[in-house]
Protein backbone atom coordinates (compact mmCIF):
# COMPACT_ATOMS: atom_id res chain seq x y z
CA UNK A 1 0.00 0.00 0.00
CA UNK A 2 1.38 3.49 -0.62
CA UNK A 3 2.72 5.78 2.44
CA UNK A 4 0.11 8.20 3.15
CA UNK A 5 2.98 10.96 2.86
CA UNK A 6 6.30 10.49 0.75
CA UNK A 7 9.10 12.90 0.86
CA UNK A 8 11.83 12.01 -1.68
CA UNK A 9 15.37 13.94 -1.44
CA UNK A 10 13.80 16.45 -1.00
CA UNK A 11 15.87 19.89 -0.31
CA UNK A 12 15.58 23.38 0.13
CA UNK A 13 18.46 26.55 0.63
CA UNK A 14 17.00 29.86 1.35
CA UNK A 15 18.91 33.30 0.19
CA UNK A 16 19.03 35.13 3.45
CA UNK A 17 18.83 38.94 3.63
CA UNK A 18 22.78 38.67 4.85
CA UNK A 19 23.48 37.79 1.23
CA UNK A 20 24.23 33.90 2.49
CA UNK A 21 22.12 31.24 2.28
CA UNK A 22 20.93 28.71 4.20
CA UNK A 23 20.44 24.98 3.63
CA UNK A 24 17.26 24.82 5.76
CA UNK A 25 16.42 21.07 4.00
CA UNK A 26 19.54 18.47 2.53
CA UNK A 27 18.47 15.72 0.83
CA UNK A 28 15.39 14.62 3.32
CA UNK A 29 13.48 11.61 2.55
CA UNK A 30 10.81 9.84 4.43
CA UNK A 31 7.77 7.82 4.72
CA UNK A 32 4.72 8.80 6.47
CA UNK A 33 1.96 5.70 6.75
CA UNK A 34 -1.31 5.97 6.34
CA UNK A 35 -3.55 6.86 10.05
CA UNK A 36 -0.29 7.22 11.78
CA UNK A 37 0.77 10.06 13.96
CA UNK A 38 4.70 11.13 12.93
CA UNK A 39 6.74 13.81 14.60
CA UNK A 40 9.42 15.83 12.89
CA UNK A 41 11.69 16.53 16.34
CA UNK A 42 15.01 18.50 16.05
CA UNK A 43 16.45 22.05 17.81
CA UNK A 44 15.44 24.77 16.52
CA UNK A 45 16.70 26.44 13.08
CA UNK A 46 16.96 22.21 12.09
CA UNK A 47 14.03 22.53 8.90
CA UNK A 48 11.30 20.98 10.56
CA UNK A 49 8.93 23.76 9.68
CA UNK A 50 10.80 23.81 6.25
CA UNK A 51 9.61 20.70 5.31
CA UNK A 52 6.12 21.12 7.04
CA UNK A 53 5.81 23.98 4.73
CA UNK A 54 7.02 22.16 1.57
CA UNK A 55 4.19 19.42 2.10
CA UNK A 56 1.45 22.23 2.42
CA UNK A 57 2.75 24.10 -0.47
CA UNK A 58 3.87 27.17 1.10
CA UNK A 59 7.05 26.59 0.06
CA UNK A 60 8.93 25.49 -3.02
CA UNK A 61 11.34 22.55 -2.88
CA UNK A 62 14.43 23.15 -4.89
CA UNK A 63 14.43 19.29 -5.89
CA UNK A 64 13.50 16.10 -5.04
CA UNK A 65 9.41 14.82 -5.15
CA UNK A 66 6.50 14.80 -2.30
CA UNK A 67 3.76 12.29 -2.81
CA UNK A 68 0.39 12.15 -1.53
CA UNK A 69 -0.80 8.26 -1.47
CA UNK A 70 1.18 7.87 -4.43
CA UNK A 71 0.41 10.97 -6.54
CA UNK A 72 3.25 13.70 -6.81
CA UNK A 73 1.47 16.80 -5.10
CA UNK A 74 5.11 19.22 -6.23
CA UNK A 75 2.81 20.91 -8.69
CA UNK A 76 -0.69 21.19 -7.27
CA UNK A 77 -1.62 24.33 -5.68
CA UNK A 78 -1.78 25.10 -2.12
CA UNK A 79 -5.69 24.99 -1.48
CA UNK A 80 -5.89 21.81 -4.23
CA UNK A 81 -3.48 19.48 -1.77
CA UNK A 82 -5.68 17.48 0.47
CA UNK A 83 -3.26 18.21 3.64
CA UNK A 84 -4.22 21.08 6.47
CA UNK A 85 -2.17 23.03 8.49
CA UNK A 86 -2.45 24.14 11.99
CA UNK A 87 -0.53 26.48 12.58
CA UNK A 88 1.28 27.87 15.98
CA UNK A 89 -0.58 30.67 16.03
CA UNK A 90 -3.56 29.33 15.33
CA UNK A 91 -4.79 31.98 13.01
CA UNK A 92 -7.92 32.24 13.47
CA UNK A 93 -10.49 35.48 12.09
CA UNK A 94 -10.96 37.74 15.29
CA UNK A 95 -14.16 38.72 13.70
CA UNK A 96 -16.30 35.81 13.56
CA UNK A 97 -17.45 33.37 16.37
CA UNK A 98 -15.89 29.79 16.88
CA UNK A 99 -18.71 28.21 14.09
CA UNK A 100 -17.53 30.67 11.58
CA UNK A 101 -14.61 30.19 12.23
CA UNK A 102 -14.67 26.48 11.48
CA UNK A 103 -17.19 26.45 8.55
CA UNK A 104 -15.11 29.24 6.93
CA UNK A 105 -13.06 26.84 5.06
CA UNK A 106 -15.45 24.50 4.45
CA UNK A 107 -17.94 27.40 2.48
CA UNK A 108 -14.83 28.50 0.66
CA UNK A 109 -14.91 25.02 -0.95
CA UNK A 110 -18.87 25.96 -2.05
CA UNK A 111 -20.40 22.80 0.17
CA UNK A 112 -23.86 22.38 0.26
CA UNK A 113 -25.63 24.16 3.54
CA UNK A 114 -26.59 21.19 5.34
CA UNK A 115 -23.02 19.48 5.07
CA UNK A 116 -21.30 22.60 6.14
CA UNK A 117 -23.66 22.38 9.35
CA UNK A 118 -22.99 18.72 10.13
CA UNK A 119 -19.54 19.03 9.64
CA UNK A 120 -18.97 22.08 11.81
CA UNK A 121 -21.12 20.06 14.42
CA UNK A 122 -18.97 17.34 14.23
CA UNK A 123 -15.99 19.08 14.71
CA UNK A 124 -16.93 21.03 17.46
CA UNK A 125 -18.19 17.88 19.23
CA UNK A 126 -15.03 16.22 18.59
CA UNK A 127 -12.80 19.00 20.41
CA UNK A 128 -15.44 19.53 22.78
CA UNK A 129 -16.49 22.68 22.04
CA UNK A 130 -20.00 22.79 21.76
CA UNK A 131 -21.27 24.59 24.27
CA UNK A 132 -19.39 27.98 23.43
CA UNK A 133 -19.76 28.34 19.26
CA UNK A 134 -21.32 31.76 19.59
CA UNK A 135 -17.77 32.69 21.14
CA UNK A 136 -15.29 35.08 19.74
CA UNK A 137 -11.93 33.70 19.85
CA UNK A 138 -11.06 37.16 22.08
CA UNK A 139 -13.23 35.29 24.80
CA UNK A 140 -11.83 31.92 24.72
CA UNK A 141 -8.09 30.30 26.65
CA UNK A 142 -5.21 30.01 24.41
CA UNK A 143 -6.57 26.12 24.83
CA UNK A 144 -9.67 26.79 23.57
CA UNK A 145 -8.52 28.59 20.88
CA UNK A 146 -6.28 25.58 19.81
CA UNK A 147 -9.06 23.79 19.83
CA UNK A 148 -10.78 25.78 17.23
CA UNK A 149 -7.36 25.82 15.16
CA UNK A 150 -8.14 22.12 15.24
CA UNK A 151 -11.57 21.84 14.57
CA UNK A 152 -11.54 23.92 11.68
CA UNK A 153 -8.94 21.82 10.21
CA UNK A 154 -10.36 18.68 10.85
CA UNK A 155 -13.87 19.58 9.76
CA UNK A 156 -11.93 19.79 6.21
CA UNK A 157 -11.14 16.50 6.46
CA UNK A 158 -7.76 16.27 4.90
CA UNK A 159 -5.82 13.17 4.26
CA UNK A 160 -2.88 14.58 6.08
CA UNK A 161 -2.80 17.28 8.89
CA UNK A 162 -0.19 19.33 9.53
CA UNK A 163 0.78 20.21 13.09
CA UNK A 164 3.41 23.09 13.10
CA UNK A 165 4.27 23.29 16.84
CA UNK A 166 0.59 23.38 18.12
CA UNK A 167 0.86 23.04 21.70
CA UNK A 168 3.95 25.71 22.30
CA UNK A 169 2.16 28.36 23.34
CA UNK A 170 0.38 26.36 25.95
CA UNK A 171 1.44 26.07 29.47
CA UNK A 172 2.96 22.73 30.28
CA UNK A 173 -0.18 21.53 32.28
CA UNK A 174 -2.55 22.30 29.46
CA UNK A 175 0.13 21.40 26.48
CA UNK A 176 0.04 17.61 28.77
CA UNK A 177 -3.67 17.39 28.64
CA UNK A 178 -3.64 18.77 25.00
CA UNK A 179 -1.08 15.63 23.84
CA UNK A 180 -3.79 13.36 25.01
CA UNK A 181 -6.45 15.38 23.37
CA UNK A 182 -4.42 15.25 19.93
CA UNK A 183 -3.81 11.61 20.63
CA UNK A 184 -7.56 10.49 21.07
CA UNK A 185 -8.29 12.74 17.86
CA UNK A 186 -5.56 11.27 15.97
CA UNK A 187 -7.01 7.60 16.61
CA UNK A 188 -10.72 8.58 16.83
CA UNK A 189 -10.66 10.28 13.45
CA UNK A 190 -7.57 8.06 11.63
CA UNK A 191 -6.13 11.01 9.63
CA UNK A 192 -2.83 10.92 9.34
CA UNK A 193 -1.23 13.57 11.63
CA UNK A 194 2.53 15.17 11.51
CA UNK A 195 3.59 17.44 14.10
CA UNK A 196 6.39 19.67 14.31
CA UNK A 197 7.90 19.59 17.62
CA UNK A 198 11.38 20.60 19.53
CA UNK A 199 10.45 18.84 22.81
CA UNK A 200 11.24 15.53 23.07
CA UNK A 201 9.52 14.35 25.71
CA UNK A 202 6.30 15.60 23.42
CA UNK A 203 7.48 13.37 20.32
CA UNK A 204 8.04 10.34 22.73
CA UNK A 205 4.55 10.91 24.36
CA UNK A 206 3.20 11.58 20.49
CA UNK A 207 4.43 9.35 17.72
CA UNK A 208 3.88 6.50 16.46
CA UNK A 209 6.88 7.34 14.50
CA UNK A 210 9.56 10.01 15.30
CA UNK A 211 12.10 11.49 12.63
CA UNK A 212 15.06 13.29 14.45
CA UNK A 213 16.59 16.64 12.37
CA UNK A 214 19.64 17.81 12.79
CA UNK A 215 20.80 21.03 10.66
CA UNK A 216 18.72 20.27 7.82
CA UNK A 217 19.01 16.20 7.30
CA UNK A 218 16.74 13.71 8.97
CA UNK A 219 19.83 11.67 10.91
CA UNK A 220 16.71 9.04 12.22
CA UNK A 221 13.63 8.04 11.90
CA UNK A 222 11.68 4.91 14.10
CA UNK A 223 9.39 4.33 16.94
CA UNK A 224 9.90 6.41 20.17
CA UNK A 225 11.19 3.87 22.37
CA UNK A 226 13.59 2.20 19.29
CA UNK A 227 15.35 5.24 18.79
CA UNK A 228 15.76 5.92 22.50
CA UNK A 229 16.89 2.63 22.80
CA UNK A 230 19.39 2.23 19.77
CA UNK A 231 20.51 5.97 18.87
CA UNK A 232 22.44 5.91 15.60
CA UNK A 233 24.25 8.99 16.73
CA UNK A 234 25.74 11.27 19.59
CA UNK A 235 22.83 13.84 18.21
CA UNK A 236 20.44 11.87 18.37
CA UNK A 237 21.48 9.77 21.82
CA UNK A 238 21.92 13.44 23.55
CA UNK A 239 18.65 15.23 22.02
CA UNK A 240 15.93 12.36 22.70
CA UNK A 241 16.81 11.92 26.63
CA UNK A 242 19.73 12.48 28.66
CA UNK A 243 22.95 10.34 27.83
CA UNK A 244 26.51 9.87 29.04
CA UNK A 245 28.68 10.29 26.20
CA UNK A 246 31.76 8.82 26.67
CA UNK A 247 34.56 8.64 23.64
CA UNK A 248 37.33 6.12 23.84
CA UNK A 249 39.69 3.70 21.77
CA UNK A 250 38.16 0.48 20.52
CA UNK A 251 40.03 -2.72 20.66
CA UNK A 252 39.10 -6.83 20.46
CA UNK A 253 38.40 -6.52 24.26
CA UNK A 254 36.21 -3.85 24.99
CA UNK A 255 36.62 -0.05 24.82
CA UNK A 256 39.07 2.04 26.78
CA UNK A 257 38.26 5.63 27.66
CA UNK A 258 40.57 7.84 29.62
CA UNK A 259 39.82 8.88 32.97
CA UNK A 260 37.52 5.98 33.29
CA UNK A 261 39.21 2.55 32.15
CA UNK A 262 38.27 -0.51 30.19
CA UNK A 263 34.55 -0.80 29.13
CA UNK A 264 34.29 -4.29 28.25
CA UNK A 265 32.06 -6.13 25.89
CA UNK A 266 29.50 -7.25 28.22
CA UNK A 267 28.56 -3.79 28.98
CA UNK A 268 28.18 -3.21 25.45
CA UNK A 269 25.12 -3.72 23.06
CA UNK A 270 24.92 -3.78 19.52
CA UNK A 271 27.72 -3.37 17.12
CA UNK A 272 30.82 -2.36 18.28
CA UNK A 273 34.16 -0.51 15.82
CA UNK A 274 36.63 -2.76 16.32
CA UNK A 275 39.05 -0.61 16.48
CA UNK A 276 40.05 3.35 16.25
CA UNK A 277 37.76 6.32 18.19
CA UNK A 278 34.66 5.93 19.70
CA UNK A 279 31.45 6.96 21.19
CA UNK A 280 29.28 5.25 23.60
CA UNK A 281 26.36 6.46 24.93
CA UNK A 282 24.67 5.17 28.20
CA UNK A 283 21.21 6.39 29.63
CA UNK A 284 21.38 7.50 33.18
CA UNK A 285 19.03 4.24 33.80
CA UNK A 286 21.33 1.76 32.30
CA UNK A 287 23.97 3.15 35.27
CA UNK A 288 24.54 0.79 37.75
CA UNK A 289 26.33 2.08 41.07
CA UNK A 290 27.02 -0.63 43.60
CA UNK A 291 28.50 0.28 46.75
CA UNK A 292 29.90 -2.73 47.68
CA UNK A 293 33.36 -3.93 46.29
CA UNK A 294 36.09 -1.95 45.03
CA UNK A 295 34.67 1.53 43.95
CA UNK A 296 35.74 3.71 40.87
CA UNK A 297 33.62 6.27 41.65
CA UNK A 298 32.13 9.20 43.94
CA UNK A 299 28.36 10.32 44.94
CA UNK A 300 28.86 14.52 44.21
CA UNK A 301 24.90 14.82 43.82
CA UNK A 302 21.74 13.29 44.77
CA UNK A 303 18.29 14.25 43.33
CA UNK A 304 14.84 13.42 44.13
CA UNK A 305 12.90 13.13 40.93
CA UNK A 306 9.44 11.57 39.96
CA UNK A 307 9.97 8.62 42.73
CA UNK A 308 13.92 7.86 41.84
CA UNK A 309 16.80 9.25 43.01
CA UNK A 310 18.96 11.09 39.79
CA UNK A 311 22.57 10.78 40.54
CA UNK A 312 25.71 12.38 40.11
CA UNK A 313 28.67 10.66 40.20
CA UNK A 314 32.55 11.54 39.64
CA UNK A 315 34.46 8.72 37.53
CA UNK A 316 37.68 10.26 37.10
CA UNK A 317 37.66 13.60 35.21
CA UNK A 318 33.85 12.38 33.79
CA UNK A 319 31.01 13.29 35.19
CA UNK A 320 27.73 10.65 34.74
CA UNK A 321 24.28 10.66 35.59
CA UNK A 322 22.64 7.66 36.74
CA UNK A 323 19.13 6.87 38.06
CA UNK A 324 18.43 4.47 40.58
CA UNK A 325 15.80 3.17 42.47
CA UNK A 326 15.05 5.60 45.86
CA UNK A 327 15.07 3.02 48.00
CA UNK A 328 19.27 2.48 47.11
CA UNK A 329 20.01 4.70 49.67
CA UNK A 330 22.58 6.69 48.39
CA UNK A 331 24.21 10.04 49.64
CA UNK A 332 26.59 12.68 49.09
CA UNK A 333 30.16 11.36 48.88
CA UNK A 334 29.04 7.31 48.91
CA UNK A 335 31.71 5.51 47.06
CA UNK A 336 30.98 3.56 44.31
CA UNK A 337 31.72 0.90 41.63
CA UNK A 338 29.83 2.23 38.52
CA UNK A 339 29.38 -0.30 35.77
CA UNK A 340 26.90 -0.29 32.64
CA UNK A 341 24.34 -2.52 31.62
CA UNK A 342 23.56 -1.28 28.20
CA UNK A 343 26.09 1.16 26.54
CA UNK A 344 26.03 2.28 22.68
CA UNK A 345 28.01 2.80 20.21
CA UNK A 346 27.04 5.88 17.89
CA UNK A 347 28.13 7.82 15.75
CA UNK A 348 29.91 11.07 16.24
P1 LIG B 1 11.89 26.28 14.80
O1 LIG B 1 11.66 25.11 15.70
O2 LIG B 1 12.66 27.38 15.45
O3 LIG B 1 10.65 26.76 14.10
P2 LIG B 1 12.68 24.78 12.46
O4 LIG B 1 13.40 23.52 12.73
O5 LIG B 1 11.25 24.69 12.13
O6 LIG B 1 12.91 25.78 13.64
P3 LIG B 1 12.96 26.18 9.96
O7 LIG B 1 11.95 27.23 10.29
O8 LIG B 1 12.57 25.12 8.99
O9 LIG B 1 13.50 25.49 11.28
O10 LIG B 1 14.27 26.89 9.44
C1 LIG B 1 15.40 26.20 8.95
C2 LIG B 1 16.48 27.19 8.56
O11 LIG B 1 16.06 27.93 7.40
C3 LIG B 1 16.79 28.22 9.63
O12 LIG B 1 18.17 28.48 9.61
C4 LIG B 1 16.00 29.44 9.19
O13 LIG B 1 16.64 30.63 9.63
C5 LIG B 1 16.06 29.30 7.69
N1 LIG B 1 14.88 29.90 7.02
C6 LIG B 1 13.60 29.47 7.14
N2 LIG B 1 12.79 30.20 6.35
C7 LIG B 1 13.56 31.10 5.72
C8 LIG B 1 13.32 32.14 4.76
N3 LIG B 1 12.08 32.37 4.29
N4 LIG B 1 14.37 32.87 4.35
C9 LIG B 1 15.62 32.63 4.79
N5 LIG B 1 15.92 31.66 5.67
C10 LIG B 1 14.91 30.91 6.15
Known sequence: MASALSVRQVSKTFATPEGGTVQALIDVSLDVEDGSFTVLLGPSGCGKTT????????????CGEILLRGERIDDVPVWKR??????????LFPHMNVAQ?????????RLPK?????????????VRLEEL????????????????????ALAKRPEVLLLDEPLSALDLKLRRGMQEELKRLQRETNITFVLVTHDQEEAMAMGDQVAVFDAGRIVQVGAPQEVYSNPRTRFVADFLGEANLLVGQSSSDGITVTGFGRIPAAWITGSVPKSGSCTLAVRPEHVTLDTTGSSNGEVVD???????????????????SARVPSDSGLKV????AVSFRAAKAVED
Open 51 to 62: LLRCVAGLETPD
Open 82 to 91: RVNTVFQSYA
Open 101 to 109: NVAFGLQMD
Open 114 to 126: DEIQSRTASALAM
Open 133 to 152: AKRRPSQLSGGQQQRVALAR
Open 302 to 320: VTFVGGDLHVRVRVGEHLL
Open 333 to 336: SDSV
